[in-house]
């Protein structure tokens, strides 16, 4: 088995205080790391586990989880090879760690990424809050999401994001058998406190 530190991904763990609730996998946005969603995490979901790993992609310096062309246009090869890079990462940490499997919780560049595994790995996630996020591929394979629950929330003045891309994104993933809740919240692509009041409550129901 491996160990914790021989883990494919830095990361911070932070072990449950509720352990009856899923662990959560937090992926920061472009820039971030494994530091910044954890306070997020810890008032959406207060004592579930919460694993944080930091994207393995540099942009100018910043970390990401897959590679871009443009803003908005992805290089789908590498979002393919990063999406299964971090299924297997969840893996070996559920092992290491000793977890179900978590609910992501994914912020722009995250949010793509954990739509990505939910579309090429689906046995890696057991739910996800998709915080702005985009169609991750243009030609997603055939997958069955058994009902997983899945949040979308987008912002209606999100200028990385059209209002289409979004929809599609929600059709896609209801498409393929996922429970979606996709709402659009007066924001751009930064986070608001309807953002967190709104996850918070959709935490609650798990
Ligand atoms: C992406 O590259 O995933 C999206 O453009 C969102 C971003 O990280 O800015």
């Known amino acids: 088995m491996i160990s914790t530190t021989e883990l494919s991904h830095p990361h911070r763990y932070v072990p449950a205080t509720a352990p009856d609730k899923s662990p959560i996998l937090l992926l920061h946005g472009t820039g971030g790391d494994e530091n910044d969603l954890v306070p997020l995490g810890q008032t959406v979901a207060p004592g579930a586990a919460l694993l944080s790993p930091r994207g393995k992609v540099l942009e100018g310096g910043m970390p990401r989880f897959f590679r871009r062309l443009a803003e908005g246009i992805f290089d789908e090869q590498d979002v393919r090879r990063r999406a ?8 070996d940490a559920r092992n290491a760690y000793g977890l179900t499997a978590p609910i992501a919780l994914g912020f722009s560049n995250g949010a793509n990424i954990a739509a990505a595994v939910l579309l090429l790995r689906p046995e890696a996630l057991a739910g996800s809050v998709l915080l702005r996020a985009m169609v991750p591929l243009m030609d997603p394979p055939q997958v069955d999401l058994h009902d997983k629950p899945i949040l979308i929330l987008s912002g209606s003045d999100d200028s990385i994001i059209p209002a289409e891309n979004a929809a599609r994104l929600e059709s896609i993933l209801k498409d393929a058998g996922g429970a979606v809740d996709h709402r659009t919240l007066p924001a751009g692509h930064g986070l608001t406190q309807a953002d967190v009041t709104i996850a918070k409550a ?5």
């Not at 299964?84 to 893996?91: G, I, K, S, T």
């Not at 959709?202 to 798990?206: D, E, S, V, Y």
């Open 202 to 206: 959709w935490f609650a129901q798990r």
């Open 84 to 91: 299964n890079e971090l299924a297997d990462f969840v893996h």
